[in-house]
């Protein structure tokens, strides 16, 4: 299937990408990250979201959405809320994936105000819609 890429060429190929002056996008880093996630790799993908940053790339919502399922899956509740503000700052609005796992963040963590903000955010008919 589509996700049985193999993780481990996905990651090299990102290195050899720039050895070679190609510079990766947004899309193969988070094709890199998906397959980390399909892997149950979350501590690479996390990884991987860091490294957006520091290739001078913008990261997409689908990045800031790998990176929070990375964070649930580790028991990262305060970084997947924390993820959840930085996406908010980038004006790119969070989808419902995204705000679903800002969800089980703050319900794990017992954030209970946000929780119920959240919460009634995914109730709203215009959750998850791209910001214009």
Do not use: Y
């Amino acid at each position: 299937g589509v996700m049985n890429i193999n993780w481990k060429k996905a990651l090299d190929l990102l290195p050899l990408m720039q050895r070679h002056c190609i510079q990766p996008d947004v899309v193969s880093v988070n094709a890199a990250m998906s397959a980390c996630l399909s892997r149950g790799l979350w501590a690479e993908a996390l990884e991987l979201f860091e490294g957006i940053a520091q290739l001078g790339l913008r990261p997409s919502v689908v990045s800031f959405g790998n990176a929070m399922l990375a964070s649930n899956n580790l028991g990262l509740w305060q970084h997947t809320v924390d993820l959840l503000g930085w996406l908010r700052s980038t004006g790119q609005g969070p989808d419902r994936g995204c705000l679903h796992a800002a969800l089980h963040a703050c319900t794990q963590a017992n954030l209970k105000e946000m929780a119920a903000a959240v919460r009634s955010e995914l109730a709203s008919p215009a959750a998850g819609e791209p910001v214009r």
